[in-house]
T-cell receptor, first 115, second 111 residues
């Protein structure tokens, strides 16, 4: 299966702990996007990355949240000192980027629960 | 900020009925995608429309891109319970590098 992979699928953290969410894009895709979704709501854009570069982080909270997409390995969304309001589903998507194609292919998501 | 407005927000119908959901914007998009998301899963790409006035059919689903490339519609014929889900539209603009998503239409088809 060459689809977008996310892990873990479910993550439980206590308030104040750190959450690390991982995303491996589809083979051949160099663009990665992170979204957050609350129950009964749509997708909220967080950040857009290419290899080793953050292209657009306009949707990222100013504090506690960071993202990276290193030259080797998966993209990581890190949430420090989690609070209950961080509980949500976090989706990663990837796209080829080249040729003006912006079709995004989504992973199954990581459901974060903060207790 | 380019916004995509989807309507209706919620739609509940009986099996066998037809329905149309809409995706509207004041911005022009180079392409527009429709996705369906089922509970507990990630969105799945259904179709991409590129040309103004374009119509694409996927079995019982018909997608149309407006002539001015600012809006789109999704029509489902003879809806089935398996069509239940959140339908999202996303518009991309050349050189923007990312797509703008609407808030979605939640469709429930009752057997």
């Amino acid at each position: 299966n060459a689809g977008v992979m996310q892990n873990p699928r479910h993550l439980v953290r206590r308030r104040g702990q750190e959450a690390r969410l991982r995303c491996s894009p589809m083979k051949g895709h160099s663009h990665v996007y992170w979204y957050r979704q609350l129950p009964e709501e749509g997708l909220k854009f967080m950040v857009y990355l290419q290899k080793e570069n953050i292209i657009d982080e306009s949707g990222m909270p100013k504090e506690r949240f960071s993202a990276e997409f290193p030259k080797e390995g998966p993209s990581i969304l890190r949430i420090q000192q989690v609070v209950r309001g961080d509980s949500a589903a976090y989706f990663c998507a990837s796209s080829p980027g080249s040729g003006g194609s912006y079709e995004q292919y989504f992973g199954p998501g990581t459901r974060l629960t903060v207790t | 900020t380019q916004l995509l407005e989807q309507s209706p927000q919620f739609l509940s119908i009986q099996e066998g009925e037809n329905l149309t959901v809409y995706c509207n914007s004041s911005s022009v998009f180079s392409s527009l995608q429709w996705y369906r998301q089922e509970p507990g899963e990630g969105p799945v790409l259904l179709v991409t429309v590129v040309t103004g006035g374009e119509v694409k059919k996927l079995k019982r689903l018909t997608f149309q891109f407006g002539d001015a490339r600012k809006d789109s519609s999704l029509h489902i014929t003879a809806a089935q319970p398996g069509d239940t889900g959140l339908y999202l539209c996303a518009g991309a603009q050349t050189n923007a590098g990312k797509s703008t998503f609407g808030d979605g239409t939640t469709l429930t088809v009752k057997p």
